[in-house]
């Protein structure tokens, strides 16, 4: 079956850095749209970066733009959210999701397949 599993999550100053690592199995990963979410608790999960099957469109959230970077190495099946300069609202269980087709989505219906998520906590 589908697994999805992050990791690289953890506790960092404001300022810091983190590689956050999405690894897929039971996919045929190249076929696959990928997204990074957030959620606080009591809030809705919502998106903060994607990127197409083939790498070449990406989508960032207003508030990462220019401190997060998506990427993903579809011969390791894998996706990855490096996060630069984090401030201490960017703190959330972080997670991915994979859709199939070609293209992103902002939404997270729209992903039918997540993880189980990787705290991230910036301190001030």
């Known amino acids: 079956q589908v697994q999805l599993v992050e990791s690289g999550g953890g506790l960092v100053q404001a300022g810091g850095s983190l590689r956050l690592s999405c690894a897929a199995s039971?996919?045929?990963?190249?076929?696959?749209?990928m997204g990074w979410f957030r959620q606080t608790p009591g809030k809705e999960r919502e998106i903060v970066s994607a990127?197409?099957?083939?790498?070449?469109?990406?989508y960032y959230e207003d508030s990462v733009k220019d401190r997060f970077t998506i990427s993903r190495d579809n011969a390791k099946k894998t996706v990855y959210l490096q996060m630069n300069s984090l401030k201490p609202e960017d703190t959330a269980v972080y997670y991915c999701?994979?859709?199939?087709?070609?293209?992103?989505?902002?939404?997270?219906?729209?992903?039918?397949?997540w993880g189980q998520g990787t705290q991230v906590t910036v301190s001030s």
């Open positions: 999701g994979a859709r199939y087709g070609r293209r992103w989505s902002e939404t997270k219906k729209d992903y039918p397949y």
């Open positions: 039971g996919l045929l990963f190249s076929n696959y749209a």
């Open positions: 990127i197409s099957s083939t790498g070449y469109s990406t």
